[in-house]
Each structure stands twice: as structure tokens, then as C-alpha cells.
């Protein structure tokens, strides 16, 4: 049997472990929801200025197209034709760089819904429902994050399994004491015979145990820095 519960605590650290891969899968979660909303965003507002922008191009043509006519009949300066032409110019290249964005967008979303980059989406809504004005608390929301984001009950589920591995390392410079019970016999034509037996384990090997004991501490304060500064990136990020 091993000394003062050195099996439990290698559980408890198994168990604290696994509950950190579950949050670590909620924080994904969590993270491609985001990538998706952000996604979403930069697609419709492409297209809403593209739209836009085609617009202005086609006024802008009209007045080209004015300018032309006046210099024509000799009521216009060249420089109204230039200045016409220099815009339009501006926004035909704005609408390369708008298509660009959009196609990007658009990959992106593509890429989260595991599609071909190129593949096509539906256009957009032209209209997006408005959220209701909330009276937003920043202090009630730091600490909703502080209690609910995944990434941090990941943390403490890894500190949890530091600190067990710590007192399991503390415990290992202690002996451990073994059982045994059984049936031996010299001869296979002897009777077996029973016998009941102690192995006890000492820890010698000091100085590995202390360097164990010693990246255990190493590995719980690490934890421990990284958790406070998670904390402070997430305050930051509400905020």
C-alpha cells in the first residue's frame, strides 16, 4: 500500500487534469464562436460597402459625364473633367480593395464551417436587428468573466493538479509499505504452502526526490503567475 494516500493524490491529479482538457475544449468553443461573430461582421460590412461605394461611383459618373458635356460646349474648365475622372479612378480602386476584404470574409467563414475557401455564400441581410441599450455594469461583467470563462477553470483545475503533485512529491520522502500474501512451494509435487509477507520501499535516492519536489514547486508557481495574468487580460478585455 502506498504511504498516506500517494494513489489518491495521483488520481487527484489525474481528475484535475482532465477537468482542464474539458474547459480547454470550452475555451475553443468559446474562441471559434468569437472568430465566427468577428467573421460574420467583416463579410456584412464588405458588402454594405461595396454597395456604397457602387453607389458613389455611379453619381460621380453622372457627374463626369456632366463635366464632359460642359467642357464640350465650352462652359467648363478641363480641370472639373480631371478632377471627375481622378475620383472615379479612386473609387474603382476602392472597390478592388472592398471585393478583396469580402472574399477574405468570406474564406474565413468558409474555413470555420470546414468548406472550400472559394465556395460562394449567401449574400447577407441588408438589415441587422439593432440590440436593445443595456445599462452595463463593468464591475458585475469582470466578475461574470472572472466565474464563467473556460480558459480560467482550466487554469484552476491545473493549478489543482500542481498542487497534488507537490504534496504526492512531498509524500515520496516517505516509505511505502507492501503486502504480500500468497502460496509457495520448492517442488511442483510439494504441497504449496502459505505465507504472508512485508516489502517495505526506502527512499534513498534523496537528491532525485528534491529535484522532483523542487519542479513540482517550479510548475505550481508558474500556474499560479499565469492564472493572475489571464485574470488581468480578461478584466482587460471586458473592460
Known sequence: VAYRGKIALAGEIALASADAASEGV???RVRLAALASIAFDEYWLADRALETNAQHLAFLEELHATALARYAAGTAQQLEVLEAESEVAMLLHGEIELAAG???????????LHRAPALPLPPPARELEVPTEHDLDADALVERALARRPELRAREAETRANRAAVALAEREF????????????SMQESPLRPFLGIELELPIQLGRRRAALDEA??????????SRGLEDRVRFEVV
Open 217 to 226: 514547486n517550479a510548475l505550481l508557481a508558474r500556474g499560479r503567475s499565469r
Open 26 to 28: 470550452a475555451a475553443e
Open 102 to 112: 469580402r472574399r477574405i470574409a468570406a474564406e474565413r467563414i468558409n474555413l470555420l
Open 174 to 185: 516517505l516509505p511505502d509499505l507492501e503486502l504480500q500474501a500468497g502460496y509457495m512451494g
